[in-house]
């Protein structure tokens, strides 16, 4: 089993569109969660970080259950420049082992 | 954004080359990672450096040789390449202090080994 697993897409929606990605990750010593949005050849950029009571920042809202162990990402009306690639990322604690999944393709169409 | 530089942006090298990557992070971090990048797989962990100690080597063939000779800088030496390590080769640094473990990347250079 992969230690992070995304589901690669790409998903394809609208303009205005709401869309979830689901990130699961197989180690419960994993201590900090984050995601990364990555433009075709660029460097991965944060997104945001994902803390256990969830948070929101603009359009984007993340959440965290541990008891499930995965992580979510939440955008809401989505722009034409919200496409690209969400990397989950999973920090294992004591460590500097950040782990990223394969990512999640968006596009969003007009 | 400047806060983590990497040079160069792109190289062509055959397998007898010799080259080496730079990064220098301007942030104030503790830690310095370089990672690989190939099509369609996720990030891979090559190196971390820790206050100049290297911390962390996953198993990456001795062909790619680090440097950290300072909390700024990190090298990432090649020799010897197989056209397989062609791939994207990102550097991050991160502040691992006081609980903030944001991790900031360079914009990468693209190796490609003939």
């Known amino acids: 089993r992969k230690e992070v697993e995304q589901d690669p897409g790409p998903f394809n929606v609208p303009e205005g569109a709401t869309v979830a990605f689901n990130c699961t990750y197989s180690n419960s010593a994993s201590q900090s969660f984050f995601w990364y949005r990555q433009d075709c050849r660029k460097e991965p950029k944060l997104l945001m970080s994902v803390y256990s009571s969830g948070n929101e920042d603009g359009r984007f809202t993340a959440q965290l259950n541990r008891a499930s162990q995965y992580i979510s990402l939440l955008i809401r009306d989505s722009k034409l420049s919200d496409s690209a690639t969400y990397l989950c990322?999973?920090?294992?604690?004591?460590?500097?082992?950040?782990?990223f999944g394969t990512g999640t393709r968006l596009k969003v169409l007009a | 954004e400047t806060g983590v530089t990497q040079t160069p942006r792109h190289l062509v090298m055959g397998m007898t080359n010799k080259k080496s990557l730079k990064c220098e992070q301007h942030l104030g971090h503790n830690a310095m990672y370089w990672y690989k990048q190939s099509a369609k797989k996720p990030l891979e962990l090559m190196f971390v450096y820790s206050l100049e100690e290297r911390v962390e080597n996953n198993s990456v063939p001795s062909r790619f040789s680090p440097e950290c000779p300072n909390s700024s800088h990190l090298f990432l030496h090649l020799h010897t390449l197989q056209p397989e390590d062609s791939a994207l080769y990102l550097c991050a640094s991160s502040p691992q202090t006081g609980g903030d473990e944001k991790l900031f990347f360079g914009s990468g250079t693209q190796l490609s080994v003939l």
């Open positions: 990322v999973v920090l294992y604690s004591g460590t500097y082992k950040y782990i």
